[in-house]
């Protein structure tokens, strides 16, 4: 098991390669847990991730966007390359009203020419708000 000092850089790794992206940054998603194969983020609540105001939600793309760059991530966290998202079904279970939200996602099937992860959202309270599958194009 890796001490608190290793953990922390670890997720600072991450962290990083998380905020290579302008999209991602502006979510504010930030890296909390990370092994190989699984990876878990929070997501702040934030008045533009808003699509419907009256009951305030999240927009379905924003949730749909978390399932498919956490797949991708925790498909990198086993070392292997993945160059693009081949398919991505998304399911939502609930509205995401407001308040921060949690996901996570694990590899199911690392393969060669395309991998898969399940990835879930979560509200502050834990309920499952959507859930999704996506197949990543490896690289070569």
């Not at 001490?3 to 998380?18: G, H, M, N, P, V």
């Not at 940054?25 to 909390?32: A, D, E, P, S």
């Not at 847990?33 to 939600?57: A, F, Q």
């Amino acid at each position: 098991m890796a001490d608190q000092s290793t953990e922390q850089a670890i997720l600072e790794t991450w962290q990083e390669r998380i905020d290579v992206s302008p999209f991602q940054r502006w979510l504010g998603i930030r890296v909390t847990e990370v092994e190989e194969g699984r990876m878990c983020i929070s997501l702040p609540w934030k008045e533009e991730l808003v699509s419907n105001p009256n009951p305030p939600t999240v927009h379905g793309g924003i949730l749909a966007s978390v399932i498919d760059l956490l797949g991708l991530y925790s498909v990198l966290t086993t070392g292997s390359i993945s160059i693009a998202t081949v398919d991505l079904r998304v399911d939502y279970h609930r509205p995401a009203g407001p308040g921060d939200m949690t996901a996570e996602a694990s590899v199911i099937k690392l393969g060669s020419k395309v991998s898969t992860a399940e990835t879930k959202v979560f509200d502050g309270r834990g309920r499952l708000l959507a859930s999704g599958r996506g197949v990543y194009l490896m690289a070569s």
